[in-house]
């Protein structure tokens, strides 16, 4: 498979991957192979969600709010 990127992003994938010392064919790889794995962890965090909605386990907007407070006072 070939990708063509523009020539600015081309120029900072050239960069990021010589200052990593690595291949940009590599650094591309491991970069798309981390936001599959992120997207993965994003849609199972997101059913999670939803069940523990429907099971009733949420909190209020206010309550969120307190929690913050409590949490963020010295």
């Known amino acids: 498979m070939e990708v063509h990127f523009p020539p600015e992003v081309e120029a900072k994938l050239t960069h990021s991957a010589a200052q990593q010392g690595r291949n940009p064919d590599q650094l591309v790889q491991d ?13 199972e965090a997101v059913k999670r969600g939803e069940e523990a909605l429907r099971r009733g386990e949420y909190l209020t907007h206010e309550q969120v709010g307190e929690r913050l407070q409590r949490f963020l006072q010295p």
Do not use: H, M
């Not at 192979?33 to 997207?39: D, L, V």
């Open 31 to 43: 970069v798309v192979s981390r936001y599959f794995e992120e997207e993965t962890r994003f849609v």
